[in-house]
């Protein structure tokens, strides 16, 4: 990789620090405008003779709840809230689940879209220093995701691909691999609605095919998109493709499809930032 790599990439982690540190400052400041609008917004989906006495009350919740962080998801969750109440009192709770894959793949593409701006100079730090070491800045694999469509997965290249049967990863990236960097890309897909930031882990076609036949219920894992991070990875370690590390991991997306919710889906995020920051754990 030569001097101008190594140089590189103690660039890339420097922006990469500033840049945390710029995100974050910028998220508190816009916390609780963004927490305000959401509770005004719930308040609004109401029947006009609920509106009051909600207002009162969710309020008082929101106002005895610690750190802007946690108002802001109990902001979301108001508006879930409001919209399962207004769905029952109309009859038409049986949308519920459809709304709420609908609100969270908006919350999907803002999420994405903030992450894609302020990662922009990592990313391009990074293509810079793998174009350097020699061959494609992007590697593209066929997935399966939502109701069994395929799509190309997009990730940063850490394979040599000069000699392919090798499957010798570059100096370049074992760091980005260390620094979780070579995922970047993968917002891309969450942009186009590929995948969502918290889902079952999208798999290659021709495993899909061999796990649904040893596996009757295993395209149920399809009902939701697949994710970055989600409750299999996080539940069970990175292991091989036999049929029983397949059931095993398929219990923890069946539970994920079944029970999902915003609430769960902070916990798998949260555990996820540990996982990353406090483990050496590669599942």
Known sequence: MGLIGA?????????GAALTKLIADEAKAWMPWLTERMVRHAIGQLPPDQRERFNEEWRGHLNDTPGELSKLFVGIGLIFASKKMTLELSGKERSIPRLT???KQTMDFSAALTMAFFAAPCFLLAALAIRLDGGPVLHHQTRVGLNGRTFSLIRFRTMDTRDPLRHRITAVGHVLRALRIDEIPTVWNVLRGDMSFVGPR????FLVSALSTEIPSYRERHRVRPGITGWAQINYPYS?????????????DLYYVKN???LLDFRIILSTVWLVLFTKDTR
């Open 101 to 103: 894959d609908a609100l």
């Open 202 to 205: 999208p798999e290659r076609p």
């Open 260 to 262: 999902r919710s915003f």
């Open 240 to 252: 091989t493709t036999s049929v029983e590390d397949a059931h095993a991991k398929l219990s923890f």
């Open 7 to 15: 140089i590189l990439l103690a660039i890339l982690a420097v922006v």
